[in-house]
């Protein structure tokens, strides 16, 4: 059968561009071995952390190799069986290369209900970016009623369930994010007390003092870069700071540079830990739980961008980089 | 009687210099109320932290008030005491003024042994010194036998004896200091596996490459600055950093500027701790029991730079800032 591949042709220097890709036309023979399945892509998910996998350098991931397809968090419908475990018009969420059909023996592959939460949550809230948001926030960041959290990257995917998650512990939840539209869906949509727009705001110190009277105990960085050197004069003492990423220097050819974090830490007696979902695995099965519960009361809402067509895969992507998505950004094939 | 008095007279701007300090007589009435102890200096310790404390900013201590005098840790003799808890002769320690005499309540005060361990050490591998680095590498640090630890200020009161302990514990340990003579003392005193000597070291990243060719799972950072960018390029998954201390950058009048340690941070699950020993009073008493116990097996040593003379304790405290002193500086008044 005739199925499109998208290939890493160069690494990106800086931000990516849609020639680092390149979409390719190819025949695959679909009869299935005993064990295969055969996968139709329906949602693809598009992750600032996969711009690090297009580096060649070490990482908690090997990187992606050049002229080979790229992965990413894709939910797929079974097309075709021969393993027991799954059967025609089973839908199933894992990590698989961006093809529009692929082989697979099933191996790290997990079946998603269809009829309990729109697919594309499985690589949302009910995946992922809900883990992520979850896990760090409760595992490093460990919330108490009362505190007060910052969310940088606030309107983003995982973003905007960190805040959620955070009211509904208690705290008193600020997101920085780099519009007035994306402030306004903050506060509206996502319950936030205050929002921060990090490009209509010339002193980030005095607006960081004004929205965080009692400083900040729990900071949650999707960003990194000079937004996250302003919280650091507002930490309190034992605060904690979740590195989940760096997505505003992820594009530096040159080492970026910022005030050194170590007098803050010291003096406040503060956590940083740098964060990666895999590792918190003995917590999915809680993290699951609730999620699936918060969102079944509507404690708990999303967001996402929906690009249409396989071909977009590689320009949803980029666009990331650009903050063009609101919440989760997923390709829809 | 007559005393004299060290005073803070301004807040220094960078290094401090000795004219931030005014020594002058006073005359006390030395007669005692009930509770109340007379104490006699006999050594004060000066250490980098005391730095913070001379700026007029929030942090774990309040500043230190100008024309006031200064405190740190000293060891005291008791010559009059109406309090039942301390008898004359008795020495004790604890954080008292800079003053060759002072009335106490005894608040604070332990006493100290004169016959089990000179009384310096006290305010060395027995002080806060011991606790700061055995507290810092086992709670934070966490190590593991056959791990890599990295030291900076390797030749320093807390860093000679981190080093120490790391090797106790089987560790690989590898020291940075500046100069070779300290490099020296180093491996031949405190048994460091190496010694770098970041003033005669062009490329720190590669000398690292070279010292801890299975990368660094732990980082005892006493120095922060340019020396500490190096370690970020060998952590490890998993690596722990204490942030302890960053003299290198104490008298930096503009916030320093290092590179971002987020994504370094990230890409690893690697965390970075503030650490202040005040904050590990529950690990003290086996940390005393420990430190005590090697101490007396030999299985632990230490260094210390006496200055003779009341009047040269500012001077002390300028010169740590010069690495003027092997192990611990204290004062002999």
Known sequence: MKIQTILLKNRPKGKPSTSDFELINEDIDESLKNGQILLETT????????????????????????????????????????????????????RLD????????????????????????????????????YCGLTQI??????????????????????????????????????????IDLLKSKFGFDQGINYNTTDDMKTALSIAAPNGVDIYFDNVGGPISEAILFHINTFARII???????????????????????????ALMQGFIVSNYEDTFPEAMKQL?????????????????????????????????NKGKMVVEV
């Not at 959290?149 to 939840?173: F, H």
């Open 292 to 324: 699936s519960e918060w969102l079944a009361k509507e404690k708990l809402t999303y967001s996402e961008t929906i690009v249409n067509g396989f071909e977009n895969t590689p320009k949803a992507f980029i666009n990331l980089f650009d903050g063009k």
């Open 243 to 269: 590195n989940c990423g760096a997505i505003s220097v992820y594009n530096d050819t040159e080492l970026p540079k910022s005030i050194s974090v170590q007098p803050f830490l010291i003096k406040n007696s």
């Open 98 to 133: 961006w093809k529009t059909h692929q082989i697979s023996n099933g191996e790290g592959l997990l079946k998603v209900d269809a009829q309990k939460a729109p697919l594309s949550a499985y690589l949302g809230i009910l995946g992922m970016t809900g883990l992520t948001a």
């Open 43 to 94: 949602f693809i998910s598009v992750d600032p952390y996969l711009r690090g996998r297009m580096r060649d350098e070490k990482s908690y991931v090997p990187p992606f190799e050049l002229n080979k397809p790229v992965s990413s968090g894709i939910i797929a419908k079974v097309v075709d069986s021969k393993n027991d475990k799954f059967s025609i018009d089973d839908y199933v969420s894992g």
């Open 141 to 182: 960041g460990k919330p108490k009623a009362g505190e007060t959290l910052v969310v940088s990257g606030a309107a983003g995917a995982v973003g905007s369930v960190v805040g959620q998650i955070g009211k509904i512990l208690g705290l008193t939840v600020i997101g920085i994010a780099g519009s007035d539209e994306k």
